[in-house]
């Protein structure tokens, strides 16, 4: 089976936006609503289909119930699960044995990792960014910027300026 093309015809079918960097690697842009974009690499190797989506810079703050968070939800993940790189940055990652991939599960692993990181992303902000959120609220009111972006944290910011 040609497990590249078989990528690449789910990609197409689920009519999104996607580069073939190098042979066997495809870098797919999933688009959301609280996080406006996921890219997500799906890499196919000798023997399985590895998928590596960015998450979120790994936090400034409130460390143990950030990671506990994570750690809470990976036991109720498909196909991928929060880990994190080198410099503590927050990835969803997964593999995929070869002789599973179809347009199908590629689809369902697509729809976890959009899923995941679009409805998770305002909750791990709010975690781990809680102090950075409350100065560009303020910053943004004293400039007199939009605050439009930002409307999903007044509760962290505790109050609704602008």
């Known amino acids: 089976m040609d497990h590249e093309a078989v990528v690449e015809s789910a990609l197409k079918a689920a009519e999104v936006a996607y580069e073939r960097p190098k042979p066997g690697a495809f870098l797919v842009k999933l688009p959301g609503h609280h996080k406006l974009a996921t890219m997500t690499w799906l890499t196919v190797s000798a023997q399985a289909l590895h998928v590596e989506a960015f998450f979120c810079r790994r936090p400034d703050e409130n460390h143990v119930e950030f990671y506990r968070w994570l750690l ?10 929060f880990a994190l790189d080198a410099v503590g940055d927050v990835h969803l990652v997964g593999r995929l044995p ?6 199908g599960e590629i689809d369902r692993l697509l729809g976890c990792v959009l899923t995941y990181a679009d409805e998770w992303f305002d909750r791990a902000l709010e975690l781990g960014f809680a102090s950075s959120i409350r100065r560009e609220w303020e910053w943004r009111v004293k400039r007199g910027e939009s605050l439009a972006n930002l409307r999903a944290f007044e509760h962290v910011v505790g109050r609704s300026d602008g």
Request: cysteine-free; hydrophobic content about 40%.
């Open 98 to 103: 070869l002789e599973a991939v179809s347009a």
């Open 72 to 81: 809470t939800k990976n036991g109720s993940m498909y196909g991928v699960h």
